[in-house]
Protein backbone atom coordinates (compact mmCIF):
# COMPACT_ATOMS: atom_id res chain seq x y z
CA UNK A 1 0.00 0.00 0.00
CA UNK A 2 1.44 3.21 -1.26
CA UNK A 3 0.01 6.56 0.94
CA UNK A 4 0.93 10.17 -0.71
CA UNK A 5 0.61 12.91 1.65
CA UNK A 6 1.44 16.84 1.86
CA UNK A 7 -0.65 18.09 -0.49
CA UNK A 8 -2.11 21.82 -0.25
CA UNK A 9 -2.55 24.63 -1.95
CA UNK A 10 0.35 27.06 -2.21
CA UNK A 11 1.39 30.23 -4.19
CA UNK A 12 4.28 30.75 -6.53
CA UNK A 13 7.95 30.34 -5.04
CA UNK A 14 6.37 28.42 -1.99
CA UNK A 15 7.87 25.14 -1.02
CA UNK A 16 5.93 21.81 -0.12
CA UNK A 17 6.99 18.37 0.50
CA UNK A 18 5.30 15.08 -0.51
CA UNK A 19 5.56 12.18 1.34
CA UNK A 20 4.51 8.33 0.13
CA UNK A 21 4.54 5.98 2.93
CA UNK A 22 4.94 2.44 2.22
CA UNK A 23 3.78 -0.99 3.93
CA UNK A 24 2.84 -4.12 3.35
CA UNK A 25 4.29 -5.08 0.73
CA UNK A 26 5.21 -9.16 0.06
CA UNK A 27 7.82 -8.62 -2.60
CA UNK A 28 10.30 -6.57 -2.71
CA UNK A 29 10.53 -3.01 -3.60
CA UNK A 30 13.31 -1.64 -6.21
CA UNK A 31 12.37 1.99 -6.37
CA UNK A 32 10.00 4.70 -5.62
CA UNK A 33 8.72 6.80 -8.15
CA UNK A 34 6.75 10.06 -8.12
CA UNK A 35 4.83 10.86 -11.18
CA UNK A 36 1.84 13.67 -11.85
CA UNK A 37 -0.82 14.11 -13.93
CA UNK A 38 -1.81 18.50 -14.53
CA UNK A 39 -5.36 19.35 -15.97
CA UNK A 40 -6.17 18.16 -18.82
CA UNK A 41 -2.51 16.76 -19.11
CA UNK A 42 -1.33 12.77 -19.07
CA UNK A 43 0.62 11.50 -16.06
CA UNK A 44 4.13 12.17 -15.91
CA UNK A 45 7.05 11.36 -14.47
CA UNK A 46 8.88 13.56 -12.18
CA UNK A 47 11.66 11.87 -9.65
CA UNK A 48 12.49 8.43 -8.50
CA UNK A 49 15.16 6.85 -6.13
CA UNK A 50 16.13 3.48 -6.51
CA UNK A 51 16.15 1.50 -3.27
CA UNK A 52 19.12 -0.65 -3.48
CA UNK A 53 21.69 2.27 -4.31
CA UNK A 54 19.80 5.29 -3.49
CA UNK A 55 20.07 6.53 -7.39
CA UNK A 56 18.01 9.36 -8.05
CA UNK A 57 16.03 10.50 -11.13
CA UNK A 58 15.13 13.61 -12.19
CA UNK A 59 12.62 14.93 -15.21
CA UNK A 60 14.27 18.32 -16.87
CA UNK A 61 11.79 20.35 -15.36
CA UNK A 62 12.04 19.75 -11.92
CA UNK A 63 15.60 19.41 -11.53
CA UNK A 64 17.26 21.70 -9.14
CA UNK A 65 14.16 22.45 -7.68
CA UNK A 66 12.99 18.56 -6.27
CA UNK A 67 15.04 16.52 -4.42
CA UNK A 68 13.62 12.61 -3.48
CA UNK A 69 14.52 11.13 -0.41
CA UNK A 70 14.30 8.11 1.20
CA UNK A 71 14.16 7.12 5.09
CA UNK A 72 14.59 3.87 5.38
CA UNK A 73 13.53 3.45 8.78
CA UNK A 74 10.13 4.38 8.54
CA UNK A 75 9.68 3.71 4.73
CA UNK A 76 8.57 6.83 3.70
CA UNK A 77 10.02 8.46 0.31
CA UNK A 78 9.69 12.28 0.38
CA UNK A 79 9.75 14.79 -2.02
CA UNK A 80 11.12 18.23 -1.70
CA UNK A 81 9.52 20.42 -3.76
CA UNK A 82 10.76 23.86 -4.06
CA UNK A 83 10.38 27.40 -6.04
CA UNK A 84 6.97 26.01 -6.95
CA UNK A 85 5.20 27.35 -10.16
CA UNK A 86 1.83 27.42 -11.60
CA UNK A 87 2.82 25.09 -14.03
CA UNK A 88 3.59 22.18 -11.20
CA UNK A 89 0.30 21.98 -10.05
CA UNK A 90 -1.44 18.52 -10.44
CA UNK A 91 -2.24 15.33 -8.70
CA UNK A 92 0.92 14.15 -7.69
CA UNK A 93 1.01 10.18 -7.09
CA UNK A 94 3.49 7.85 -6.02
CA UNK A 95 4.49 4.28 -7.44
CA UNK A 96 6.83 1.58 -6.48
CA UNK A 97 8.00 -0.86 -8.60
CA UNK A 98 8.96 -4.63 -7.55
CA UNK A 99 9.39 -6.41 -10.67
CA UNK A 100 13.17 -5.49 -10.76
CA UNK A 101 15.51 -2.19 -10.90
CA UNK A 102 14.66 1.00 -12.51
CA UNK A 103 16.84 2.68 -15.22
CA UNK A 104 17.41 5.58 -16.99
CA UNK A 105 14.50 5.25 -19.31
CA UNK A 106 11.95 3.17 -17.39
CA UNK A 107 11.90 5.38 -14.49
CA UNK A 108 9.32 7.29 -16.57
CA UNK A 109 7.19 4.48 -17.83
CA UNK A 110 4.04 4.26 -15.84
CA UNK A 111 3.94 0.60 -17.05
CA UNK A 112 7.41 -0.34 -14.77
CA UNK A 113 5.70 0.28 -11.47
CA UNK A 114 3.22 -2.17 -10.26
CA UNK A 115 1.45 -0.37 -6.94
CA UNK A 116 0.57 3.40 -7.21
CA UNK A 117 -0.89 5.50 -4.17
CA UNK A 118 -4.23 7.32 -4.66
CA UNK A 119 -2.48 10.85 -5.21
CA UNK A 120 -2.47 14.45 -3.41
CA UNK A 121 -3.52 17.55 -4.88
CA UNK A 122 -0.81 20.06 -5.05
CA UNK A 123 -2.38 23.50 -6.67
CA UNK A 124 -0.05 26.64 -6.92
CA UNK A 125 -1.61 30.02 -7.53
CA UNK A 126 -1.67 33.35 -6.76
Not at 14 to 31: E, H, I, P
Amino acid sequence: QLVESGGVSVQPGWTLRLACAASGFTSAVYGIGWFRQGPGKGREGVSAIRTGDGRTYYANSVKGRFTISRDNATNIVYLQMNSLTPEDTAVYFCAARSGGGLDDFGWTQRHEYEYWGQGTQVTVSS
